[in-house]
């Protein structure tokens, strides 16, 4: 592999906003055997470039590493191995510049709307007037006009999760980080939020790295989608996702592609061993598989993985297959 930070220009020309080297986490668990604690390896050898302005997904099957990584990445806790860099600056713990929705609201109950907003912008030292009126902009951007003197005990799942992304945004950080935002909304309040986050980041620019456990979503909401395998967390592909944008989850899931490449993607989080069979059926979809998976798959593991893939949306042509 090429080096991964030699400037701010990689080798396509491109500029990579994220930079992923080679990060490693282990957790001290207790021994399967008995009292003793034993080693966990939650990630291993994960590396990954995300372009300014791209929108990247990470799909995995439920304890594949997902959050572990997204809390490195944060710098909410510390890789065992590995590097981060945003913009070639090496991360060293939280900070500003990326932004963090998560699963749950996570919102500030005994502040409003606004100052929930308002959170980030007062650790920045900004006086209170140019707070409002950032604060304003991105409450008028997630559609909560109106709702500014709300506190989060009033509010619905799905607005208090768009109070999150308007706080996470109203710092104007680089890099906006989501880990499953939107699992604890209603179906019909997810779609919408998807369709308004895609609004978002078209109308920002920002650099979205999106984790989930859910397919739809993840191919939806993407320009690539990384799905990962686990035990330990690693990559096993990499999937461009080549749908016209602007996107609406209305026009994507009635589009034929869309089918085909959630099935490509479902595919792949099954094993390397289907994920060749669909690339020599679909030649025309491009598929990266990053990394070889270790030497003992698929002999022994496969049973291991499709209960695994059980917390994870199956398509309904799967099936038929
Ligand atoms: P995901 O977000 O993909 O569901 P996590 O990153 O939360 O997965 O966890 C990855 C694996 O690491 C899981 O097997 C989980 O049980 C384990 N794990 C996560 N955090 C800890 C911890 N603090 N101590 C021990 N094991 C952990
Ligand atoms: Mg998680």
């Not at 966990?40 to 099957?61: D, M, Q, T």
């Not at 990445?73 to 998560?102: W, Y």
């Not at 007062?122 to 009126?133: F, N, T």
């Not at 490449?261 to 690339?279: C, D, F, M, T, Y």
Request: aromatic share 6%; proline share 5%; hydrophobic share 40%.
């Amino acid at each position: 592999m090429s080096s991964l930070v030699s400037g701010r220009v990689a080798e396509s020309g491109e500029k990579f906003k994220i930079v992923l080297k080679d990060l490693r986490q282990v957790y001290k668990i207790r021994s399967s055997e008995g009292a003793g604690r034993e080693d966990f390896l939650a990630l291993e050898s994960f590396s990954l470039k995300v372009k300014e302005g791209e929108f990247a997904s990470i799909v995995g099957p439920s304890g594949c590493g997902k959050s572990t990584l997204l809390d490195i990445i944060a710098g909410l806790s510390r890789a065992e191995g590995g590097q981060i860099f945003i913009d070639n600056k090496p991360v060293t713990g939280p900070a500003l510049d990326r932004g963090i929705v998560m699963q749950g609201y996570a919102l500030f109950p005994w502040r409003t709307v606004r100052r929930n907003v308002e959170f980030g912008l007062e650790m920045k030292g900004l006086p209170a007037k140019d707070r409002k009126e950032v604060s304003q902009k991105y409450i008028e951007l997630v559609n909560l006009e109106g709702f500014e003197e709300r506190y989060p005990y009033e509010l619905s799942g799905g607005m208090k999760q768009r109070v999150a992304i308007a706080r996470a945004l109203a710092y104007d950080p680089e890099v906006l980080l989501m880990d499953e935002p939107f699992a604890a909304v209603d179906a019909q309040t997810r779609e919408s939020l998807q369709d308004e986050l895609m609004r978002i980041w078209e109308q920002t620019g920002k650099t979205i790295l999106f984790v989930t456990h859910s397919i739809d979503e993840a191919v939806i909401l993407a320009d690539r989608v990384v799905v990962m395998s686990s035990n330990p967390g690693n990559i096993r592909a990499i999937i461009d996702i080549e749908l016209a944008r602007p996107r609406t989850n209305q026009e994507i899931r009635l589009s034929p592609a869309f089918a085909e490449i959630r099935k490509l993607v479902w595919e792949n989080l099954q094993g390397p061993w289907a994920s060749q069979a669909s690339l020599k059926l679909k030649p025309g979809l491009e598929v990266s598989p990053e990394k070889e998976p270790s030497g003992q798959e698929p002999s022994g593991s496969g049973e291991v993985r499709l209960a695994e893939l059980s917390e994870v949306e199956r398509p309904a042509m799967a099936g038929q297959a």
